[in-house]
Each structure stands twice: as structure tokens, then as C-alpha cells.
């Protein structure tokens, strides 16, 4: 099997499952109790917090609260600092951060306003400068497009934001970000977002790292855990996972990314171009491709290279669970349905290899052309 499908979530990496297996098996105590055994867990998580911190950003300037998922880490942001005016994003948002905003929009409590993104889904600066006004709250732009791949210079824009209005409050979603591109926050960064399971970590671990001097209202009531930030026992064996994993990508942070940048040129290079066209600019993240093949349905490619045991995505990964045929992203980027229907992601991790790379392109050109055929 090969799998090409690590935007939707990622095999998790047996060399952080392995050194994490104590806090799962002997090192189960509560991290909140008030013995030596909690004491530990709790200068574990600390240490796990500056540990993943320390990878992106200026670890005296921010703090890390540890949260569910990706999803819990954009709701908190929007739910914790939206107020009365308006809050300003993108079209390409993962419905992590566009449904939270729409939902506080069908609540009165926000005007929300949406910048619309270029043909390889970059947001249009210029148009989400001008959406900025003094009544504005909250801003959000996503660092990498999670269906596109396209990377979002969000220092730059946070500081252009912040220039229009200081008293905005700069959420970005680093989803398809963290462990994958060189980065780091610039301080107009208020509020990051990350997950686990996109880098070799488990589901149902994400974080939000914010800085230290923005105030974040609390979303879940409880024990008063993650300093009171976020309550509930926290799930103390997927944060190490997911510290040792993020240890693990940013060791080689760079060569990955080359590497697979040259994997990506070649994907490119041996797919049929008659029947596929990239819609992923050469400089979007090379972990992330999107191909259309026009005419053709995207759907039925899917489930043709899965019976070859080749997996790979159509569009977002949350899109199977919604009725929607054509993906919102690839039609607010200027495709006409036509394309929009035809789109396949592929996605590759560190463990994905140049064979498995180019096998994968060699059964999309087949079924391609199989399907050309039979829909002639
Ligand atoms: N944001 C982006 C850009 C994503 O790609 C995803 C998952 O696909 C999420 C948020 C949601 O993350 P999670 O699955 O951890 O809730």
C-alpha cells in the first residue's frame, strides 16, 4: 500500500510512540495530583510545552496550552477573542476556523468578513488589508492551505494587520505548518494552532500556542487545568508523542523539506499532463499537491487508486463528511466546476520515498487513462 494521504493525518512515528510508552503503561498518574508522582507528570508536561515552543517561536514570549485537536485550538482562539465588531478572514480557511467564525457571525455577535485567495490559494493581501477597520477584532489567516498547499507569509501579514490596527488580536492556523516549514513566529503572532496527528503524532492532540500578553478567555470551566486556560485531565502520553515527534521533524526539518521539494518536481514531472493539471504553485509546501484531472471526476479516481492500494485524498479530508460535491477552496481559487470535480490531493510525509512517489504517479496516469476511455 501506498499511502499518499498525510494532509487528512499522518502514521505516528514508532520512534516517539516507543519513547513515549512509560507515560502510557507506568507513568500513569494524574499530572494534576498533589504527590511526587503528579509533580513529575506536571514538570513532563512543562517540559513537553518548551520542549515544542522552542521549535517556532521565543519560548519567554509565549505559552502553550494543550488542547484536543487542531479544530479545539482554532475554536478557542476565535471563541476567546472575537468581540463585538468585526472579525476578518480568508476564503481558504479550514471549516475549523471559517465554521467558528460563521457561527459567532449567525450569533450577532460579528460582522464577518472573508479576503479572497489568489489561483493557488494564497490569500489577496491587499484585499484583507482593506477589509480592516478600527471595529476590527479578530483577523485569521492560515499559514499553509491544507488542500492547496499554498504558504500564507502570515509574519508579514500579521505585521501589516497590525499596522492598519494594533489592537487586533492575529490568529494563524499552523496546522499544515508545524514540523513541515522552516518557521518562526514573528511577536505580531498572537495566537498558532497545532495538531499532532499531521506530524507523526496521535488524534485527539493539538495545542494552541499563543503569547504570554494576549488574554485568552476561557472555553472550557473545570479542574483548572493548563493554568486554568483549559480545563480537563490532560492526555499525557499523546503530548509527549506529539514532543518527541515535533523533536524528531524539526531535527531534519530542512533536509525534509528539500527533499521532498525534489520529490514533489518529480511527481509533477511524470504525471500525464494531458490528463492532470497542478493547481499547487511550485512554491506551495512540498508536502502538499493538488492535481485536477477536468472531465474527469476526482472521486472516482480516489476509489480507482485505492483498489490499485494507492491512497490518496480529494481535496479536504473533512469533505467526505460533508454533502458538498466541489471543494469551496479550489472553486474560490477561480476554477470552474469542471476542474473543481476533478481534483485529487496527494500528500506526503518523511517517510514517504522517491519509489513510492513515483509508482504513485505512474497508477494515477493508468487509471487516468482508463477512465478517459470509458467516459469517451
Ligand atoms: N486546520 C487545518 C489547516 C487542517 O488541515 C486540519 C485538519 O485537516 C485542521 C485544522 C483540524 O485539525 P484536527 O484534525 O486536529 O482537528
Do not use: W
Not at 281 to 309: C, N, Q
Amino acid at each position: 500500500m501506498i499511502y499518499l494521504d498525510n494532509a487528512a493525518t499522518t502514521k505516528p512515528s514508532a520512534a516517539a510512540l516507543e519513547k513515549a510508552a512509560e507515560f502510557l503503561s507506568d507513568n500513569y498518574f494524574n499530572p494534576s495530583a498533589p504527590y511526587g508522582a503528579g509533580f513529575a507528570l506536571q514538570g513532563q508536561l512543562k517540559k513537553a510545552r518548551t520542549a515544542i515552543l522552542s521549535h517556532v517561536c521565543d519560548v519567554n514570549a509565549y505559552e502553550l496550552v494543550f488542547t484536543s485537536c487542531g479544530t479545539e485550538s482554532d475554536n478557542t482562539a476565535i471563541f476567546s477573542c472575537c468581540r463585538r465588531g468585526n472579525a476578518v478572514t480568508t476564503e481558504g480557511e479550514h471549516s475549523a476556523v471559517l465554521a467558528g467564525l460563521t457561527e459567532l457571525k449567525n450569533r450577532n455577535v460579528i460582522d464577518l468578513r472573508t479576503a479572497g485567495i489568489d489561483e493557488y490559494g494564497r490569500v489577496r493581501v491587499d484585499e484583507l488589508l482593506d477589509l480592516i477597520d478600527d471595529k476590527t477584532t479578530f483577523v485569521s489567516v492560515m499559514h499553509v492551505n491544507n488542500e492547496t498547499g499554498a504558504i500564507n507569509d502570515v509574519n508579514a501579514i500579521a505585521k501589516a494587520v497590525k499596522c492598519k490596527n494594533p489592537r487586533v488580536l492575529f490568529h494563524s492556523d499552523g496546522v499544515q505548518a508545524f514540523g513541515k516549514i522552516p518557521f518562526r513566529l514573528s511577536p505580531e503572532i498572537d495566537f498558532y494552532s497545532i495538531s499532532a496527528h499531521k506530524i507523526g503524532g496521535l488524534k485527539g492532540v493539538g495545542a494552541l500556542i499563543k503569547k504570554k500578553s494576549a488574554v485568552l478567555h476561557v472555553f472550557m470551566h473545570g479542574g483548572g487545568q493548563e493554568n486554568g486556560r483549559r480545563s480537563g485531565t490532560e492526555n499525557v502520553y499523546g503530548i509527549k508523542v506529539l514532543e518527541y515527534a515535533a523533536e524528531e521533524k524539526y531535527a531534519k526539518l530542512r533536509e525534509n523539506f528539500s527533499r521532498l521539494k525534489e520529490y514533489k518536481s518529480c511527481f509533477l514531472q511524470s504525471l500525464n499532463g494531458e490528463i492532470y493539471t497542478p493547481l499547487s504553485s511550485p512554491d506551495a509546501s512540498p508536502y502538499i499537491i493538488s492535481v485536477s484531472a477536468k472531465g474527469l471526476r476526482g472521486e472516482v479516481l480516489l476509489h480507482m487508486a485505492d483498489e490499485k492500494g494507492l491512497i490518496v485524498g480529494a481535496g479536504s479530508a473533512c469533505s467526505s463528511n460533508s454533502k458538498r460535491r466541489y471543494s469551496r477552496v479550489v472553486l474560490a481559487c477561480g476554477y470552474d466546476e469542471s476542474v473543481a470535480d476533478g481534483v485529487l490531493r496527494i500528500s506526503f510525509s518523511t517517510d514517504t520515498t522517491k519509489d513510492e512517489v513515483l509508482a504513485a504517479a505512474e497508477i494515477l496516469n493508468e487509471i487516468g487513462a482508463e477512465l478517459s476511455r470509458k467516459m469517451n
